[in-house]
């Protein structure tokens, strides 16, 4: 009897196993559901690359537009206009000239001093990276930096207010007095019909400002790439300091924020251009300071030709000769 135990004992463990196995290998319906389920990743992949793609391609024509907008504006030709106008009407500077004088030589060495320290061990190191094009590419990069000791120099203590004076002076020689009263005194010259600016009625236009530098300065390294590099550099520094230019004009129109934000987004192509050519005016060596006088007039002749062809072509009066005040030192208004 002993023999037969364990005998039955294997035989049903065998039974319990053979009966066992099919069910074990069936899978619910219940455990189906209850299992989680693991999403694959190429669909988020897909999905990924769809939006990057979809984000690139709405940017793309975004610039593209702006690009075009700015070249068929006409905009990218005023500070152009400006220089030219300057040269045509030379008497509109005589009594700032000592002002001038000072600028340029100061520029000069301030051009001088950059490329004497940092165009060598500029070009040492675009030598890494561009070859034997980093003696061409270092140019507008140490030009660029230039511009960065003049922009401080000329805006606080060379030219200090004149640029705004330049601006309403061509909108008066335009014919637009009526506008430039509203931020100034404009006075006529005892026994002539010389037009003089005077006094300010308005706050002055800052003369610095931070958020251009930090942007210039967070740009400049674009300059290390040769061309294209400096091309991007001047186009999105245009694009965002060309609305400045327009600032006195903004001020005398009176914009709120609204206003003036409604009004660049109409012209931002033109504003871009007109930007990007007055940035590549700063980095003309040494004449840059007189280059940034020719774009407010520039800036000055658009704004009148903005309102000639607006509704205020009837508030325009005769056309005068100007004369710019006396020099004053920088700080002073």
Known sequence: M???????????????????????SR??????????????????DHRIRAAVSDSAKRQVTSYTGIVRDAVASGAWAYPLYGALYILSHPRLLVPVLPVLLRALLISA????????????????????????????????????EAWIVLVFLGKNFLLGQLNTDL????????????????????????????????????????????????????TLPLNFIPVVGTAFFLGYNGYKSGPGYHARY???????????????????????????????????????????????AGAALWAADLESSSKAVSERSHTYPVELPVALPAGST
Do not use: M
Request: proline share 6%; no cysteine; aromatic share 10%.
């Open 250 to 296: 903004f001020q005398l129109k009176g914009f709120d924020k609204e206003e003036r934000d409604a009004f660049i987004k109409q012209r931002r192509g033109a504003y871009a251009g007109f930007g990007t050519i007055a940035i590549a005016f700063n980095l003309v060596p040494i004449v840059s300071v007189l280059l940034s006088l020719t774009t407010s």
């Open 27 to 44: 899978v619910s319906p219940e455990s189906t559901a209850a299992a989680p389920h693991t999403p694959h990743g190429g669909g988020d």
């Open 167 to 218: 601006f309403d002076a061509v909108l008066v020689q335009r014919g637009y007095s009526a506008l430039v009263e509203k931020g100034r005194a404009v006075t006529t010259k005892k026994g002539s019909n010389v037009r003089v600016l005077g006094r300010a009625l308005t706050k002055p236009l800052s003369k610095f400002s931070t958020d251009g530098l930090v942007r210039y300065l967070i």
């Open 2 to 24: 002993s023999d037969l135990e364990p005998s039955t004992t294997r035989q049903r463990a065998n039974a319990a196993s053979t009966s066992d196995g099919p069910s074990s």
């Open 109 to 144: 060495g301030v051009v001088a001093a950059a490329f004497f320290f940092l165009y060598l061990p500029q070009v040492a190191w675009l030598a890494l990276f561009s070859g034997p094009l980093a003696f061409a590419a270092a140019i507008p990069l140490v030009l660029a």
